[in-house]
Nanobody, 126 residues
């Protein structure tokens, strides 16, 4: 069982930056793939970014590529999402997710993740 807790959300202006953090419980963090998803009001939860167990491989949604950076610190059981050049359309609740290592390269759908945090609100004003 993995418990996840996000932090770092807030209200910012377009063009600003934010860094989200997600701390995981347990001693098996490094054996989990980590991902970030987001959900805007009235929309489905969508993939944002994912990172493999070591942090050496990452994959991004096209809408955030070159603006967002996912990273992890296995010694601190923490995954980060650095968000730069924020846009109003980035406004959403951001969720951290985890899954055990599998045979795939990247995991980009919510159904592929077993553990979820409670979410943190990010609001970007224009």
């Amino acid at each position: 069982q993995v418990q996840l807790e996000e932090s770092g959300g807030g209200l910012v202006q377009a063009g600003d930056s934010l860094r989200l953090s997600c701390v995981a419980s347990g001693r098996t963090f490094s054996s989990h793939v980590m991902g970030w998803f987001r959900q805007a009001p009235g929309k489905e939860r969508e993939f944002v970014a994912t990172v493999n167990w070591s942090g050496g491989r990452t994959y991004y949604a096209a809408s955030v590529k070159d603006r967002f950076t996912i990273s992890r610190d296995n010694a601190k059981n923490t995954v980060y999402l650095q968000m730069n050049s924020l846009k109003p359309e980035d406004t959403a609740v951001y969720y951290c997710a985890a899954r055990r290592l599998g045979t795939g390269d990247f995991y980009v759908t919510p159904a592929q993740y077993a553990y979820w945090g409670q979410g943190t609100q990010v609001t970007v004003s224009s």
